[in-house]
């Protein structure tokens, strides 16, 4: 069964508009299983873990499946540590960014499994405050997602494109116009709240529609036009401003977030999804 959508979008109360998970997004599809561990990469060291490095099947609460995810730790801003999990491998590397609420990365963990197997390099991860992440008094989103980045690309991936959905669909953007920001491009699936300001600490009037102009990545936007988390009008307006970037305007009917890959059932991919994996494997 499908699982219902919301478009309802957390607060700054909720420890920073993009910090939290969409728990309402929902993850159609089967939930990606994951080999936890502990140790490091040699290439990536991490800090000692007081994050809880369960596996994914775990974290989500969900039946996990066959695919190998591993969870790892990331060192992001200040002492924060971030929980994320990873699967595939390859010099194509995507980072996932949910939305609001306490799900976190749950809300991509049936994604990540069928996206490795498309020969991509995929980590996603709880934001600061989430799930199994710590917490910091200054939330800073921006230099987590960047951190997960930097972190993915020294374990091979040479070109990263971040997704974000939902309430973390402007954070991408925002974090693509820092200098050296290693964002080769970005997704964003029916993002929630364009004009409003991100309002974190390292982010605390930007929003998607102030940054577009100065994004240089090649943007793919796509949004169901039945869908409240923004308006087709201002889909229209951020896409213009963001130079080459592609505007995909869906049926409505066709979800939120998430649901966008997926078709009506919940359970096989939507035509949507090849044109998001095409654009994925062209950066």
Same mark, same amino acid.
Not at 179 to 206: C, Y
């Given at each position: 069964?499908?699982?219902?959508?919301?478009?309802?979008?957390?607060?700054?109360?909720?420890?920073?508009?993009?910090?939290?998970?969409?728990?309402?997004?929902?993850?159609?599809?089967?939930?990606?299983?994951?080999?936890?561990?502990?140790?490091?990469?040699?290439?990536?060291?991490?800090?000692?873990?007081?994050?809880?490095?369960?596996?994914?099947?775990?974290?989500?609460?969900?039946?996990?499946?066959?695919?190998?995810?591993?969870?790892?730790?990331?060192?992001?801003?200040?002492?924060?540590?971030? &929980?994320?999990?990873?699967?595939?491998?390859?010099?194509?590397?995507?980072?996932?960014?949910?939305?609001?609420?306490?799900? !976190?990365?749950?809300?991509?963990?049936?994604?990540?499994?069928?996206?490795?197997?498309?020969?991509?390099?995929?980590?996603? &991860?709880?934001?600061?405050?989430?799930?199994?992440?710590?917490?910091?008094?200054?939330?800073?989103?921006?230099?987590?997602?960047?951190?997960?980045?930097?972190?993915?690309?020294?374990?091979?991936?040479?070109?990263?494109?971040?997704?974000?959905?939902?309430?973390?669909?402007?954070?991408?953007?925002?974090?693509?116009?820092?200098?050296?920001?290693?964002?080769?491009?970005?997704?964003?699936?029916?993002?929630?709240?364009?004009?409003?300001?991100?309002?974190?600490?390292?982010?605390?009037?930007?929003?998607?529609?102030?940054?577009?102009?100065?994004?240089?990545?090649?943007?793919?936007?796509?949004?169901?036009?039945?869908?409240?988390?923004?308006?087709?009008?201002?889909?229209?307006?951020?896409?213009?401003?963001?130079?080459?970037?592609?505007?995909?305007?869906?049926?409505?009917?066709?979800?939120?977030?998430?649901?966008?890959? &997926?078709?009506?059932? !919940?359970?096989?991919?939507?035509?949507?999804?090849?044109?998001?994996?095409?654009?994925?494997?062209?950066?």
């Amino acid at each position: 069964m499908r699982l219902i959508r919301t478009t309802t979008v957390a607060t700054l109360a909720c420890a920073g508009l993009l910090v939290s998970g969409c728990s309402d997004d929902g993850t159609p599809g089967t939930v990606a299983s994951e080999s936890a561990s502990t140790q490091p990469t040699e290439s990536s060291p991490s800090p000692t873990p007081s994050v809880d490095l369960q596996p994914l099947g775990e974290r989500c609460g969900q039946t996990a499946q066959q695919d190998a995810t591993t969870a790892r730790v990331v060192k992001g801003s200040g002492d924060v540590q971030l &929980y994320g999990v990873g699967a595939g491998s390859g010099r194509l590397g995507v980072v996932l960014v949910h939305g609001s609420g306490s799900r !976190g990365v749950c809300n991509w963990a049936g994604e990540i499994g069928w996206l490795a197997k498309a020969g991509l390099n995929v980590v996603g &991860y709880d934001q600061s405050c989430v799930g199994s992440s710590t917490c910091a008094g200054d939330v800073r989103p921006v230099e987590d997602l960047l951190a997960v980045v930097g972190d993915l690309r020294r374990r091979g991936a040479t070109k990263v494109v971040v997704v974000g959905a939902s309430a973390g669909g402007s954070l991408p953007l925002v974090a693509a116009v820092r200098p050296d920001s290693g964002i080769a491009a970005v997704v964003s699936l029916s993002p929630a709240n364009v004009a409003m300001p991100i309002g974190t600490a390292d982010a605390p009037d930007a929003t998607a529609l102030s940054v577009a102009r100065s994004v240089r990545q090649p943007v793919l936007y796509a949004l169901a036009q039945d869908d409240t988390a923004s308006t087709v009008a201002e889909m229209r307006s951020l896409s213009t401003a963001t130079k080459g970037s592609r505007l995909v305007l869906l049926p409505a009917g066709s979800g939120h977030a998430q649901e966008v890959l &997926y078709d009506t059932t !919940g359970q096989k991919p939507s035509a949507f999804r090849q044109t998001f994996l095409t654009f994925l494997r062209a950066v």
